[in-house]
């Protein structure tokens, strides 16, 4: 390999380190978390655990739960608990809780309290997550 070659190569390294560093950063700073409508859940993505109390989840309401993959559950009527993944289908952001359904504080996208967006960006609804009731818990599985 001559000297051009090597120079070439190393620039294109260079870049592109550049830009895999840049996307962590946007992809970390996107990924903010509410701690107003959220509750601590160190446990949402393991099945079969209790993801929260069913006490947390009032009947029309819904709640973020903390973790490394935030989950969103919701009561819209009385024993009948739904769930979704609470990140944002856009880029990635956590959604908060916001009266009758999810807001993404990143750039504006609102889903329904069945997870389907009601205003964009976001074009995909939230994921569904399958939960159960177990005793006093919401379990995912
Ligand atoms: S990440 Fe949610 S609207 Fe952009």
Not at 59 to 87: H, L, Y
């Amino acid at each position: 390999m001559d000297r051009r070659s090597l120079l070439r190569y190393g620039a294109s390294a260079a870049v592109l380190a550049f830009v895999g560093l840049n996307a962590a950063w946007v992809a970390t700073r996107f990924r903010r978390q509410l701690p107003q409508t959220t509750a601590a859940g160190g446990n949402a993505g393991a099945a079969g655990k209790a993801l929260v109390a069913t006490s947390k989840v009032p009947v029309g309401t819904g709640i973020v739960i903390d973790g490394a993959s935030p989950i969103a559950v919701v009561q819209p009527k009385a024993g009948d608990f739904v769930a979704f993944s609470a990140v944002c289908t856009h880029a990635g952001c956590t959604v908060a809780w916001a009266g009758s359904g999810f807001s993404c504080p990143c750039h504006g996208s609102t889903y329904d309290a069945a997870g389907k967006v009601t205003h964009g960006p976001a074009a995909r609804p939230l994921s569904a997550v399958p939960v159960r009731v177990e005793g006093d818990n919401v379990v995912r599985g």
